[in-house]
């Protein structure tokens, strides 16, 4: 069984550009999640979904950072415009429906410059 | 405010020996209790996880034990091996996931030879 894919691995922009990550859960798993992991610390909850509907992004800064969810499976998650602080590794997960268990994916390194 | 406290940050271990690492928490809404191992460069991966119901979980040379009066619980892993030598992160979790997962910040083991 194929576990969490994440794309890129690694992404180096200039602070105010954009950038976008892309999630592909493991198959069948309706929940997906995005978390935060700053360096030494962590995983931190951005956003929860449940199919193709966000039910958690308390913690999203709405003001910069967006994600979306067509068709309840691939998940994209954007920042726009980066900034310094947003240099850390984005991490996507997944569960079945009505599980705990959270499955990770590798993750994506962001740098912003 | 750190919903889940652990400690040690940092432990270093002979091969064989036992590795012990605690964790605590506040919120009695929660009822999953995982752990995580993080090599570096990967993302988190579940090891191992335990609800109220019971005390202890062993599966292999991992062991959780859970004290639900003290709100504690700990991750036990036996015979301690350098492959083993990764950071590892408590968590807690309500029902469903409800009450989103949160991590401790996390203890880097070393098992040296």
């Known amino acids: 069984e194929a576990g969490v894919v994440q794309s890129p691995r690694y992404k180096i922009i200039e602070k105010k550009q954009p950038v976008a990550f892309w999630c592909n859960p493991i198959?069948?798993?309706?929940?997906l999640y995005w978390y935060l992991q700053n360096l030494g610390q962590g995983p931190e909850l951005l956003i929860r979904?449940?199919?193709?509907?966000?039910?958690?992004d308390s913690q999203l800064p709405k003001d910069r950072f967006s994600a979306e969810r067509l068709k309840g499976v691939d998940s994209t998650l954007k920042i726009q415009p980066a900034e310094l602080g947003d240099s850390a590794v984005y991490l996507c997960?997944?569960?079945?429906?009505?599980?705990?268990?959270?499955?990770f994916g590798p993750g994506t390194r962001l740098t912003v410059t | 405010q750190q919903q889940v406290k652990q400690s040690p940050q940092s432990l270093i271990v002979q091969k064989g020996g036992i590795s012990i690492i605690n964790c605590a928490y506040e919120?009695?809404?929660?009822?999953?209790f995982p752990w995580y191992q993080q090599f570096p460069g990967k993302g988190p991966a579940l090891l191992i996880a335990?609800?109220?119901?019971?005390s202890e979980k062993k599966e292999g040379r991992f062991t959780i034990s859970f004290n639900k009066s003290a709100k504690q619980f700990s991750l036990h892993i036996m015979d301690s091996q350098p492959g083993d030598s990764a950071t590892y992160f408590c968590?807690?979790?309500?029902?469903?996931?409800?009450?989103?997962?949160?991590f401790g910040k996390g203890t880097r083991l070393s098992v040296i030879a």
């Open positions: 198959s069948g798993h309706n929940t």
């Open positions: 979904y449940e199919n193709e509907e966000a039910v958690d």
């Open positions: 968590a807690a979790s309500g029902y469903e996931g409800n009450t989103p997962l949160v």
């Open positions: 335990i609800r109220p119901d019971v």
């Open positions: 997960a997944s569960s079945p429906r009505g599980g705990d268990e959270q499955y």
């Open positions: 919120n009695t809404a929660f009822d999953y």
